[in-house]
Structures are given as C-alpha cells and as structure tokens.
C-alpha cells in the first residue's frame, strides 16, 4: 500500500464518520503580485461578516504574505504539526475577528514524503480542521509551478486573478493553458473563476474576462466564469502600506464594497450548488497529496 493509497482510506472511512465538511477556495495567479492575498483576507473578512467561521492557508512557500497583512507572526506553522508534534489548535493563529490564519511554512514542500504514521496524523488533523470551519482560503504562489497546479488540480473551486495589464493576462492563460492541459485535470471537478483586479471600471474588468475566457474557449476547449472585479483603489494600496485591511479599516472604500459583493456572490453560488460545500479539506488534501 502506498502512501496515497493509505491516505485515500483514510479519508474514505473519517468522510463515512461525518458528513460535515468545509469549503475550499484557492486563489492563484499566473503573475505575482497582482493582488491574491489582498482578496484572500478580504474575502475572509467578509465571510467572516457573513457569519463564516474562515482560516486561510498561506501556501506559498517562502513569502510569508498574509503574516504581514495580518500583523502577527505565527508561532508554528504546517511543519510543527508534521514534524514537530504540534496540533493543528497550536498552529491556527487568530486574526482579526477570529479568522485563523495556519502558514504552510516549508511543511508543503514535505508532503510527498510522509511516513504511513505522519500521513495518519495529518489526516486526522485535517479532519480537525474540517470542524473548526466553514470555508478554508488557500493562498497560493503566483506562476505554474508543479506545486501551484497540485493545489488548482486539487481545488474544487479556484480563483484565478488577472489584472488588465497585457502580460498579467497572457500569465493567466499559460496557467490555464498547464491546467486545462494536465492529464489529471477533470473539469466536472475544478471550477475556474476570474476575478479581475486594479481595473477603472465594470467594462475593464468584464474586457479582462471576455479576452482570456474567448482564449481558454478557442485553444484550450475549456470554459472559465467571471466572478466579477476589484477596482483600482487608493484606499487599498494606503491600508497595506499601513499593515491595515482595507475592508476593515474603510469598508466604504470601493475595494471593500467589491470584495463584499465577491463574498455575496460566491455564498449564492453554494446556496444553487450544495455538493460544492461537502468537497471538504480533507478530500482537497488528498487529492493535493496524490499529485504531489
Ligand atoms: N485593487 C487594488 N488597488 C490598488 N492596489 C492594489 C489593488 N490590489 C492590489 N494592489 C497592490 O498590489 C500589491 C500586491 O498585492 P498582493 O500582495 O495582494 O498581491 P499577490 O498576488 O498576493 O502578490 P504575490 O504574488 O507577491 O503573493 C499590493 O501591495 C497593493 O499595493
Ligand atoms: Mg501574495
């Protein structure tokens, strides 16, 4: 029996002992710093306003992004609990209005070689981590390294940000070109959402979609949706340069009212497709393990 193999019965008997399971939303990037963990924690505070018990995962592996946002260093991460016997309470750190932050650390980079005891562990530490949520936020690198496409691969439903800006663009495509193109990717499975960032106005953003969607459609075969846009506000490059979130600190500001419509919109999308909620973390970890 190979690791794999192990963890998937696993998961098979924990998923028989409970139905209940989080949502799991990856947010990525073909192009670095066009704004995912700005949304991550803005989305998060806004589920969290919706009544959403959320913790983010920082899983980009050695740019500690929403540490920085969120003003407080954790005191464990991903690693502690696999190889260094901490739990998975040890290593969520809270945030504001409660929304949990775990960092991957370099624990990610580990996953692939785990003994059948520490995959175990982690599993049942995951499966934890399914009750102490409601919607788990994945923050991922930017680029199509093969550990971003494992975590895309692996989501159910994936965010992908693209500015207007022409390479930002032609960045998305080539990740949807190595997601679309992988052998394992299933497309029932892994629903793709735009979310257009730093535009002027409604038609920009929707400009933004209809450019990379008529390209994935045409080269690719494949069909991404829009989920909507992010305009290009003062209020937001203000609050990060102040270690601030700017839904938090101006919730009047034009970022913050776009990232709450984003939130509204996705809860509407759970309320017409239920099965979208029970994928839970620990089947996106299962299957992020057997692509590693
Ligand atoms: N809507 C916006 N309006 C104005 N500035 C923005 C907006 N979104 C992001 N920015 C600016 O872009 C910078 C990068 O944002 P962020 O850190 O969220 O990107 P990222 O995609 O997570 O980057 P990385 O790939 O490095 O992780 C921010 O510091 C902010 O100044
Ligand atoms: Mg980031």
């Known amino acids: 029996m190979d690791q794999a193999e192990g963890l998937r019965n696993v998961v098979k008997m924990q998923n028989r002992q409970d139905g209940k399971s989080a949502r799991v939303i990856t947010i990525t990037s073909g192009k ?24 983010i ?52 980079l580990g996953l692939n070689n785990l003994s059948v005891e520490q995959v175990h562990f982690l599993v049942s530490s995951l499966h934890k981590l399914e009750q102490l949520c409601d919607v788990l936020i994945v923050d991922t690198g930017a680029g199509i390294s093969a550990q971003v496409l494992d975590f895309v691969l692996a989501s159910p439903e994936v965010l992908l ?6 390479s930002s663009i032609t960045d998305s495509y080539s990740l949807m070109k190595a997601t679309f193109k992988n052998s394992e990717f299933i497309k029932e499975e892994t629903k793709v959402h735009l979310v257009a960032n730093k535009v002027t ?4 953003g929707k400009a933004v979609y209809d450019k990379l969607n008529s390209v994935v459609h045409r080269f690719l075969g494949g069909e991404i949706s829009y989920l909507g846009m992010i305009p290009q506000d003062h209020s937001l490059e203000k609050a990060v340069r102040t270690q601030q979130i700017v839904s938090l600190d101006s919730p009047m ?38 692509r590693a």
Request: negative net charge; without cysteine; proline residues 4%.
């Open 32 to 55: 670095g710093g066009v704004g995912k963990s700005n949304l991550a924690v803005n989305l998060a505070v806004a589920f969290s306003n919706m009544g959403k018990r959320v913790i």
């Open 57 to 108: 995962f920082d899983a980009d592996f050695g740019l500690a992004n929403v540490e920085v946002m969120f003003g407080t260093v954790p005191k464990y991460n991903l690693s502690d609990m696999i190889y260094g016997g901490k739990s998975i309470e040890d290593i969520i750190t809270a945030g504001p209005l409660g929304i949990g932050f775990i960092s991957g650390g370099s624990g990610i």
């Open 161 to 166: 940000v693209s500015t207007p800006e022409p």
């Open 201 to 204: 106005s409604e038609t920009e």
């Open 253 to 290: 500001a034009k970022s913050s009212r776009a990232f709450s419509h984003l939130a509204a919109k996705l809860m509407d999308v759970e309320e017409d497709e239920p099965q979208i909620h029970g994928f839970g973390i620990t089947r996106f970890f299962d299957s992020f393990l057997h």
